[in-house]
């Protein structure tokens, strides 16, 4: 790989130097060309099912059937055998729902805001990220169905009219979270859909059985990749990422709300928006690495696409987002322990810190601000292993931080006559454990049918797909060559 | 390479999104009829031990309500009368009918008829008969023209939209408490009549002396006037009103 370093062209024309750290780091390693990305992707979903894959789905996908198990169990005994009680109404199922639906947040922020900012080293990543994503946000919907009690009158979540003769109350955030949380999962399935399309009809052209032409042909809705199918592609996908962008912060904004508009002393902040949003996005981006660290590993190819320097913008963001979420537990403190003056509020705090759960505050403080500044190192950036570790730490402390807040909070509020202890029962502990199971069976499968990475937006960040692009040592005959600095990249 | 669909699958999705729409339309409709209590209440009979008909003992000889119901106006349980209350007259009206068999049994064994329950609202919901008596609510409101009924049967749906429609306007259901027990009594249609029967004058109803009013605007007029003078404020919008 040269960089753009040529003083003249033989043609006597003046190229601008570029020196090596200023030079593009290109977004596919070694140059591969169009075709090697097609063959390289769309094999994972063609060739023979690999001895990994079937040991990972054979250990998770048992683990996955805990959740139907499990739930079927509550359902038949009732909300009663998990382990929460007043005052502790609010335990491990609220904090696993805001845990995933957290993590469910990194899919769209790459697909909608990077694309409407035009981070091109996105296109390697956000399938994945947004299979992800879905798959987060249904584990996360089990928990507000099943936490109702009554499963069955889970309905009553949506206006529906009824013979109760009651209405939703539209002034709750329960509500607003319902409205939210479907709004994004169906954005985003259709927005992980419409990317899709494309790379189906790619799946298509190359299936060799009938099965899988039909298949892949019905999904694909007749793609042809004519010049009209692509004009409406790109303007359907720009909407979505136009719907998309402010769902990204809103849907964590009103997760938030179901605790900041509530009159506990803990949860009454303003702050919790933002900080919730960037504690989303903290903990997506180190699911996504978790999840993309393996596959690399299984299919080395990716090593291409997924390049060092994706994990390395990666590591930033977390970097970035740690550091705001850890500002936003300071500011807490701050204005608990300090500013407010509120007697109920510090001791909320003071509680969190010294009281019956102030370990889980001290391991959330511990890996949601601690463990990510090991990033300020470019080295720890580049080194696999380390992303990896710190990225399970994100993604333990992200929990401990939604438990920290619900749980604590719950437990010792304004009187110490109601105050009260909560130990999860086993039934909630392995449905946790079961829907760890469940999201990655699901994206083993992902992996296995769909196309893990977009090829076409992958193919469109190569150099040649620049129309000012020109193959090395032809470029003296075009002005467009000399007038900006090349891509280095593309040498 | 040959072509994987044919011609015709172009509209295959247009066919399968108007079946989906049919079904599904069908579907809403069929939970609309068949899921309400509207449906799946009103009109339960069970058959009883004895075909005890309400019409000839409520209707025809025009018995009080609280004759038998003793408890109604004065607990929160409406209570079935004890076989020694119908013994009461049965010893002497048609003592050896065969169809009384059951209740000389009862009687005899101390362990009374076993009627089937057929007005139920659930645990969780605290009713009162008592409250709704003495403000003038008449037991028609919810078991309708018992005194017409051979075999009674529910008539309401007896839902939380039932209740609640009433407790958002009780006016609708508040009449003179001596016609409590009088199922087929309406408010009197004359502005006169109406005024004189609250003790007041039309005026002071806001009505015009001799007007013809509906049978609606009757019965609004008057249940303004008892709701007032009773204070009757149900509970319509908070939950521990009546889950308690």
Redesign the interface.
Known sequence: MATASHNTSEDGVVVLHCPPELAKIPLVNHDRSLGWITENVASICEEKTRRYWWIGFFLFAPIALLVPTLLSYQVANGVGVWGENQPFGWAWDITNFVFWIGIGHAGTLISAILFLTRQKWRTSINRAAEAMTLFAVMCAGLYPGFHVGRFWKAWYLFPIPNWNGIWQNYRSPLLWDVFAVSTYFTVSVLFWYVGLIPDLATLRDRAKSKIKQFAYGVAALGWRGGNRHWQHYEMAYLILAGLSTPLVLSVHSIVSFDFATSVVPGWHTTIFPPYFVAGAIFGGFAMVLTLMLPARLFYPQLDDMITRNHVDKMAKIILLTGTIVGYAYLMELFVALVYSGNFYESNAFYNRATGWYAWHYYAMMFCNVISPQIFWSKKMRHNYIVVFIVCQFVNAGMWYERFVIIGTTLAQDFLPSSWGHYTPSWVEVFTFIGTFGMFITLFLLFMRFLPMITIFEVKAVKPEADPHFHPEGDHGHDSHATAKPKEAAAH | ?PQ??QRGA?LVPLKILLVLGALATGAVGAVWYYF???YTKVGYQPSQPIPFSHKVHAGQLNIDCRFCHSFADSGAHSNLPSTQLCMGCHTQVQKDSPKLEPLRQGWASGKGVPWVQIHKTPDHAYFNHSVHINRGVSCVECHGRVDQMDVVYQAK?L???????CHRAPENALRPLDKVTDLGWKAPTQADELASLLGTTPDKLKLKAGDQLTPGKAQKVMGEHFKVQRGVLPPDSNCAGCHR
């Open positions: 390479m994987i669909f172009n309400t209590p509207e749906s839902t939380m939209n039932f209740c609640l429609e």
